[in-house]
């Protein structure tokens, strides 16, 4: 049987934004399914019990997750500590895993927080340290094509919307930048491929940073 990968997009964004990226892991062998969560109205709550839900009941080991931008924090909240599930590793694209800095100065602008919905929490605040035994690898962007790096909030290097510094968490497996916007990040082959070596070995292609 064929492994098994759940999809989780970002914020303001929806399941289709992810139909690249799900192609290039079927034509791999991949079985594939896509998540879809409404990130300002529900939050990441909803979907981190949806995620645990269906992980236990795919027939299917191992069981990967892989997210862009929200959607790799939501991934590793959902497997964060608990131990019935399924075996399988995380990629997350482009995810503000210690916050982001746009998200904060949308927060201090009128209208800015009802922007960012029920996902505000995690966005303005981040992650605590990766201390699971789950192996996850992290693919940032360079290309600071996005409202953050015009307005300069963002500190370089960024893909735009997210720094490469805010992508960075303590005790994550694997880290690699590569020259991709955020929405890049869904269309960019090097980041299929470097999702696809960390989905099939549990780390990234030698050089990895």
Same mark, same amino acid.
Not at 22 to 36: C, H, K, M, N, S
Not at 44 to 59: H, L, N, W, Y
Not at 181 to 190: D, K
């Given at each position: 049987?064929?492994? /098994?990968?759940?999809?989780?997009?970002?914020?303001?964004?929806?399941?289709?934004? #992810?139909?690249?990226l799900?192609?290039? #892991?079927?034509?791999?062998?991949?079985?594939?399914?896509?998540?879809?969560y409404a990130s300002v109205f529900a939050g990441?709550?909803?979907?981190?019990?949806?995620?645990?839900?269906?992980?236990?009941?795919?027939?299917a080991d191992p069981v990967h997750l892989v997210g862009h931008s929200l959607g790799g924090v939501?991934?590793?909240?959902?497997?964060?500590?608990?131990?019935?599930?399924?075996?399988? /590793?995380?990629?997350?694209?482009?995810?503000?895993?210690?916050g982001s800095a746009v998200a904060r100065s949308l927060a201090r602008i009128p209208g800015g927080r009802w922007l960012l919905g029920q996902s505000a929490a995690p966005l303005l605040d981040g992650l605590d340290a990766w201390t699971d035994a789950r192996r996850v690898g992290?693919?940032?962007g360079c290309l600071p094509?996005?409202?953050?790096?015009?307005t300069g909030m963002l500190e370089s290097p960024n893909d735009g919307t997210v720094s490469v510094a805010e992508t960075r968490l303590d005790g994550i497996g694997d880290h690699r930048v590569v020259a991709a916007? /955020?929405?890049?990040?869904?269309?960019?082959?090097?980041a299929a491929d470097l999702t696809l070596a960390f989905l099939r070995d549990g780390r990234f292609v030698a050089g990895s940073v």
């Open positions: 049987m064929a492994e /098994h990968v759940i999809l989780l997009h970002g914020i303001w964004m929806r399941g289709i934004t #992810l139909l690249p799900a192609r290039r #892991l079927r034509a791999a062998g991949y079985a594939v399914e896509t998540i879809d990441i709550g909803p979907v981190i019990e949806r995620v645990r839900e269906r992980m236990r009941a795919i027939d939501a991934a590793l909240q959902a497997t964060r500590g608990i131990g019935d599930l399924p075996a399988g /590793h995380v990629v997350c694209l482009g995810p503000p895993l210690r992290v693919i940032a094509i996005g409202v953050g790096a015009v916007s /955020h929405t890049g990040l869904l269309f960019s082959s090097e």
